[in-house]
């Protein structure tokens, strides 16, 4: 199965229990977030933000500036626009290749609203905010497990999403 199947058998998991969903059995996303976010500052370089993912086992960081979100730094931005271009990641800047424009949700939204916008957007990590201050990150994965896709799609979803690990495991 590959990884545009994993997100179709994910989609068609969440089509089925939205039909559960419809009849009143509801899920809100603050039951599903993470609460404790690891963020950064957007002076920082891509190297320390990659330290701190590793160090965390994480796939992104999101961004400050002033108290204020400004940017989502992903495992995939950093693939693009520092390895890919052949930038130093001790010279580069977190605001030179962060996501700036960050879609959200809220902590009252049901799941089915969630999953709606991050397939909108075609985004696999939503933070969560309650006004203006982050209060959680919900990923495909964990809506994946919250809707009950079956074992084999699960284990390709983790598979995929920690492939880098798995790939560094095999280098000599």
């Given amino acids: 199965m ?13 089509v089925h229990n939205y039909g559960l969903l419809k009849k009143g059995l509801t899920m809100k996303i603050e039951r599903l977030m993470v609460r404790n976010v690891v963020t950064l500052k957007m002076d920082a370089t891509a190297h320390e933000a990659v330290k701190i993912m590793n160090r965390d086992r994480i796939g992104c960081l999101v961004i400050f500036h002033n108290g204020d979100i400004v940017g989502i730094l992903t495992e995939r931005d950093l693939l693009e626009r520092v390895l890919e271009e052949c930038k130093n990641p001790k010279e580069t800047l977190v605001s030179e290749i962060m996501t700036r424009h960050v879609i959200v949700g809220s902590p009252n939204m049901e799941l089915v609203e969630a999953t709606r916008l991050m397939f909108k957007h075609n985004v696999k990590k939503l933070p969560i905010t309650q006004g203006s201050r982050l209060v ?23 598979t ?6 798995i790939d560094a495991a095999a280098t000599p």
């Avoid at 995929?160 to 690990?165: A, D, G, N, T």
């Fill in 160 to 165: 995929l999403s920690h492939m880098h690990r």
């Fill in 2 to 14: 590959f990884y545009g199947e994993a997100i179709v058998e994910i989609h068609n998991a969440f």
């Fill in 136 to 158: 959680g990150l919900v990923t495909v994965t964990d809506i994946a497990r919250a809707t009950s896709v079956d074992h084999e799609t699960m284990e390709l979803i983790e």
